[in-house]
């Protein structure tokens, strides 16, 4: 069978001149649609893995890069507890030195040093040497050795209840040939029991407030010692003591009882004037030996042998810290005198 003639078909380009391409160009859709179908599964994969690992080479990359920028020795900016800080709340660095003593400035006051042993007896040994001095120069024998005591019951009151000796034995003292023993005996006795710690407020030749005081903080059943020596140091830092009623009030009781046994005659004035200065220096002892840290206590115990003490021994009790002394040790300041058939003897 013959063929028949061939037919030709002749495409011209058509141009538009419009502003949508719609119609001569496929839509985004059909397009990604024909790429999806020309990419297989596996292709798809090995493009996955490729961009993540280039990903990852390009950060280590940039890290590199600023951390070989950043100076030597830098620390990071982020706080160690985690907290942001930006540029513009960063605290400064402020460098730390090690704490210097700075011998120049001023330090904070002490505590003076506790009075010496040797400062103390030379206290009292002045202060006994007074009272020797003042029952020779005015009580000695002579124009006022036959007179008597007219007034026992000043006599009475000065010795208080705990005299180491009866007011009767000290009239006949004062009364009889050794009245100068008498007189030492007395005015030592007045001084130095009124400068003791555990004397009446009452009657005491120290601070009244101060003593009261130390009487309320001792009647703890157990009070602690080193407080206690603490505290008196302190206090006699700080108190300036003034001079006591007790103080006038215990002269002119002396001076009362002793004026009328006085041998010297018109000398009153200077008599009197001795005998305010004796009990005055022995205020002072009692007040330095009160604020020190150590304890002390007046030892009147009188000799077996016969012996009358007439200025007590001090002895320290307490340590610096206000411990006991197992051992304790007198300073040597006592003054004891031996009364025998009417002759003195100093012992």
Same mark, same amino acid.
């Given at each position: ?85 930006? @540029? =513009? ?5 402020? &460098?730390? %030195?090690? #704490? ?7 330090? /904070?006051? $002490? ?81 130095? @029991? =009124? ?5 009446? &407020?009452? %009657?005491? #030749? ?7 005081? /130390?009487? $309320? ?131």
């Amino acid at each position: 069978m013959a063929s028949g003639p061939s037919t030709f078909q002749v495409f011209y380009p058509i141009t538009f001149t419009g502003t949508d391409n719609s119609a001569a160009s496929p839509t985004s859709t059909e397009t990604s649609q024909r790429r999806e179908a020309d990419i297989s599964p596996g292709a798809a994969v090995g493009i996955g893995v490729g961009s993540a690992a280039a990903g990852v080479l390009l950060a280590l990359f940039i890290a590199y890069f600023f951390m070989r920028r950043r100076p030597p020795g830098s620390k990071s900016s982020t706080p160690s507890d985690g907290s942001l800080s930006g @540029s =513009n709340n960063k605290l400064p660095q402020v &460098p730390l %030195k090690a #704490l210097v003593h700075n011998r120049d400035a001023p330090s /904070l006051p $002490t505590l003076p040093p506790p009075i010496q042993n040797d400062e103390l007896v030379r206290m009292f040994t002045t202060l006994s040497t007074m009272i020797q001095n003042h029952a020779y120069s005015f009580f000695s024998q002579g124009s006022g050795q036959a007179k008597t005591v007219s007034n026992p019951e000043a006599v009475k009151v000065v010795l208080g209840d705990d005299s180491p000796i009866i007011t009767q034995e000290v009239i006949e003292l004062l009364n009889g040939p050794q009245r100068v023993i008498g007189v030492r005996f007395l005015l030592g006795w007045a001084i130095m @029991s =009124n400068i003791d710690p555990h004397a009446s &407020p009452d %009657k005491t #030749l120290l601070p009244r407030e101060l003593i009261a005081l /130390l009487h $309320t903080l001792t009647q703890n059943a157990n009070p602690d010692a080193h407080l206690l020596s603490k505290w008196r140091h302190l206090t006699g830092t700080l108190l300036t003591p003034t001079q006591t009623p007790n103080l006038t009030r215990l002269t002119s009781l002396l001076d009362a009882i002793l004026a009328p046994l006085s041998s010297s005659g018109d000398n009153v004035l200077n008599r009197k004037s001795n005998l305010e200065q004796i009990v005055k220096l022995g205020a002072q002892n009692g007040y330095m030996l009160l604020t020190q840290p150590t304890a002390w206590r007046f030892d009147w115990t009188r000799r077996e042998d016969g012996g009358l003490v007439v200025f007590p021994e001090l002895v320290q009790t307490g340590d610096e810290r206000g411990g006991k002394i197992e051992i304790e040790r007198g300073c040597g300041v006592g003054r004891v005198v031996r009364v025998e058939r009417g002759v003195r003897e100093e012992v």
